[in-house]
């Protein structure tokens, strides 16, 4: 069942709302000024608040403000007898869902309660999905190491500036990129991957910068690239080391001047993308034998972090291991299996050439083969 809440200081305006929003089923509560409102409102979870706009003690107006404040999602339906257009672009500006005037329309009031309270629900849906998201990217480990890194992320995540993340393949390289993205001021907007290693040479252009209509042969239409795609957000240039020389000198030269051409065009296009790179190779060396673009590499690493393989964090298997097995369990639907203290020892003492990754297969395989507890026999049957 909705709940929502009527702010007005006119007692017998709100008498007449609870009767027809009670009627149609919805739980509701009632303040006489903003301030009583306000408090309502940090006490309990409202879809929607029908709020006047002239009150004592506080308007309606600052009390959307507050309310914002508080992230409850909340949303405003402005009611005012003053239908000026000023009065509802501000309400507008801030924030509000809609702006009825007194006496309001019946048909159109429900309507417009039905709306609002669909769009909380989105936005609950939406904060919902967010933090499951962010929890599936979230970096498991309290070694120095992985401190180390994480404690990197926090520090630049809310600057601008580029990144390059290097590491094993498997050590946690893209989860590294979307933490540092989810952290940002532009979290709101794209973060948009591509894996230069898995494009052939003759298409990351096209790929990253989009091309024109018959600027090739199969360009049959005008294709919209990746810098585009990420404008205002992020790009995560992932196995950059691999990317061709002409494609590194494009990337430099959208780097240096905030634009790019699409292939087969001459339109400058502006961009506003915050980059991130990530490689498994030493770029470093890579230059050393022409194959890497010295001034790109300095371009991107501004900040650089290392993901450290697992074999140099051992101490945080059993964490690891604990998370596989819980978000297995979650997608399997079944419940979740335990690892034996010596099981885990063991877990602990093997190679992990494939690092993070690797655990994460392993663990599923032993949830799929073995019986509720996690031996040692089955650990050196099935890693």
Known sequence: MARLIIIDDE????????????????????????????????????????????????????????????????????????????????????????????????????????????????????????????????????????????????????????VL????????????????????????????????????SELIESELFGHEKGAFTGASARRTGKFEQADGGTLFLDEIGDMSLSAQAKVLRALQESKITRVGGDKEIKINVRVIAATNKDLRKEIQEGMFREDLFHRLSVIRIHVPPLADRREDIPLLADKFLHDIAEEYGAQTKEITPDAMVYLQSLAWTGNVRELRNVVERLVILCGDEISRNDVEMYA
């Open 165 to 200: 993340i290097t590491g094993a393949n498997g050590s946690g390289k893209e989860m590294v990129a979307k933490q540092i993205h989810e952290k940002g001021s532009r979290s709101a907007m794209p973060l948009i991957e591509v894996n230069c290693a898995a494009i052939p």
């Open 11 to 162: 007692k017998s305006i709100r008498d007449a709302l609870r009767d027809i929003l009670e009627y149609e089923g919805y739980e509701v509560d009632e303040a006489k000024d903003g301030e009583e409102g306000l408090d309502l409102i940090k006490q309990n979870s409202y879809d929607v608040a029908l709020c006047d706009i002239k009150m004592p003690k506080m308007d309606g107006l600052e009390l959307l403000l507050k309310a914002a404040d508080v992230g409850k999602g909340t949303q405003f339906i402005m009611i005012s007898a003053y239908g000026n257009v000023e009065n509802a672009v501000e309400a507008t500006k801030r924030g509000a869902f809609d702006f009825i005037i007194k006496p309001p329309d019946l048909n159109r009031l429900l309507v417009t309660v039905r709306n609002a309270i669909e769009k909380a629900k989105l936005v609950m849906e939406t904060k919902t999905l967010k933090r499951r998201i962010y929890k599936l990217n979230e970096i498991v480990g309290d070694s120095d190491p992985i401190r180390r890194v994480k404690d990197t992320i926090d520090r630049v995540a809310p600057t601008e500036a580029r």
